[in-house]
């Protein structure tokens, strides 16, 4: 089995970079063939919605290959063919011919459309990432029924080389009347496709030849906004938590106080708060087998999210090599099923359940289960619009087969491990044999207000950065200040804690001491309240539309967000429970 694991991880990590060329080492000689591949084309504001570059009507190279992809170019949605535009190192050109084709009516509305959606091109020389637009929408002082569509035909390349390596590529479409095509009517056109190559010397090394694409989130301007997010965050976080720091600890040390002397003035004086129902506290929760499930599916995606920032900070995932981050998440989730198994069935046995194979099962799918469903339908939308996104049989077939060869043993094996840990549960108080009855209680200590009340702090600490990172996600921006996003997700981690423990102790004082899935919930709510900002950015911060990007959108940050609810409703519980341990513990309780 260890064999398999160490191949399965050394099949996926060899595709973890980005998309390579021919030539491995990037070095050419005048008049050498540099490899450029046509990937895909879509609208511009639909990120998911993207399509084969050849769905288009294009010229079709003569001897077109398609590339071979790593797991994680497949997942982004690239889909590599060569180009049939010829870019031989250090080799100009002037407006070269494509070639010559006539466009049938059916050809000049499908790439009428095009241009009224906005498509884009992407492409890759050299492994550098071309973009440029297929062509324009003339609506200046103009009605809708009197708009003009236009098709650029020739399209500027202008590359710099150092040496024998290419550093960079810019291009440009050229706008001028004559060489535009108008598509305005269905009929036939005769179209020449042009291109020009010019070379250029440049003194930047080949090893900085990426910086450009990540100077755009690094920009003065940018990082002033981020770190302003960041000190506007910690000042609230500080403020807050340190007012309810304040609150708590000299609460808790009047009720230790009081407790203490209580206990020397009247033994037979009733107890009230949460020193009442110290026999009660400790009850284990209702649906016990859940409940240790989605503490070690959160388990694993918290470690899943540590192991990304790590990669992330040492260089792994620069900018254009998303295909590495889809990999990364793929096999460090394999890799980390063993963790979900072992803290699941340990802590399922803790609280003196017995079936643990079924609780083994439950954990396996508590989020697989969501996910691939979810998967199956939007790969099946996909499929109908015959995007790049849906995909192959072939991918599928890996998926599977990690799932099965990596993901399932590691959970079975930690699962065994959790069962023969033979851990008890520290509970410092003896569980009276009968519950106590919960007071009445206002409405507001119910569990969906305190689950606003709780989500709505740790959301605060990170709302300005969620847009940074959807722009990235779900757009064209460009994301690569890891090291902030990893203090705004420690902030987010310390506030989750701390407000789930303050909620924690409200409660108990209350008298109320079904804690356990409260606190939970209560950690997990800011998954909620992240989803609600989907809502928010789709409609006001967005121009996505249509079936297909919608339900993308939707539908893969439902399954985000409930990863992060399962990571921080586990956060959340096992502060509520370092703290409730510590305080019961402190007191001398029957």
Known sequence: MAVMVVIAVLLLLSGADQVRSSASDHRYKEGD????????????????????????????????TEKKEALGEVLNGDRLVSAPYKLDFRSGKDSETVCKK?????????????V????????????????????????ENKDPSEYRYYLYKHIHFEIFYNKDRVIEINVRTDAHPHALVDLTEDKEVDVEFLYTV?????????????????????????LEIHWFSIINSCVTVLLLTGFLATI?????????????????????????????????????????SL??????SGTQLFTLTIFIFILALVGVFYPYNRGALFTALV????????????????????????????????????????????????????????????????????????????????????????????????????????????????WYRGTVPQMAMAGFLPFSAIYIELYYIFASVWGHRIYTIYSILFIVFIILLI?????????????????????????????????????????????????????????????????ICYGFFLMLGTVGFRAALLFVRHIYRSIKCE
């Open 291 to 296: 409940f240790a499930a989605a503490l070690g």
């Open 116 to 139: 009224n959606k906005d498509f884009y091109f992407q492409m890759y020389y050299d492994d550098l990432p071309i973009w440029g637009f297929i062509g324009k929408v003339d609506k």
């Open 331 to 442: 096999v460090i989730y394999a890799l980390t099923s063993g963790i979900a198994g072992y803290t699941a069935t340990s802590f399922y046995c803790q609280l003196e359940g017995t079936n643990w194979v079924r609780n083994l099962l439950l954990t396996g799918c508590l989020f697989c289960g969501p996910l691939f469903l979810m998967f199956c339908f939007l790969n099946t939308v996909a499929i109908t619009y015959n995007a790049t996104a849906a995909l192959p049989f072939g991918t599928i077939v890996v998926i599977v087969l990690i799932w099965t060869l990596v993901t399932s043993p590691l959970l079975v094996l930690g699962g065994i491990a959790g069962k023969n840990s033979k851990a008890e549960f520290q509970a410092p108080c003896r569980t009276t044999k009968y519950p106590r009855e919960i007071p009445p209680l206002p």
């Open 198 to 222: 010019k070379w250029k010397e440049t003194n930047i090394p080949y090893e900085k030849r990426m910086d450009k694409y990540s100077q755009s989130s690094s920009l003065p301007h940018h």
């Open 495 to 559: 506030v989750t804690a701390f407000i789930t423990v303050a909620l924690t102790y409200f409660q108990l004082a209350a008298e109320d001491h079904e804690w356990w899935w409260r606190s939970f919930l209560c950690g997990g709510s800011t998954g909620i309240f992240i989803y609600a900002y989907c809502l928010y950015y789709y409609y006001a911060r967005s121009d996505m539309s249509g079936f297909m990007q919608t339900s993308f959108f939707f539908g893969y940050m439902a399954c």
């Open 33 to 64: 063939a540099v490899p450029l591949y046509a990937n895909k084309v879509g609208p511009f504001h639909n990120p998911s919605e993207t399509y084969r570059y050849f769905d288009l009507p294009f010229c079709y190279p003569a001897n077109a």
């Open 248 to 288: 708590l600890m000299r609460v808790l040390k009047n009720d230790f106080v009081k407790y203490a002397h209580d206990e020397e003035a009247a033994e037979d004086q009733e107890e009230t708060g949460w020193k009442y129902i110290h026999g009660d506290v400790f009850r284990y929760p209702k649906s016990n």
């Open 102 to 114: 006539t466009l049938t009516k059916e050809d000049v509305a499908q790439f009428r459309d095009a």
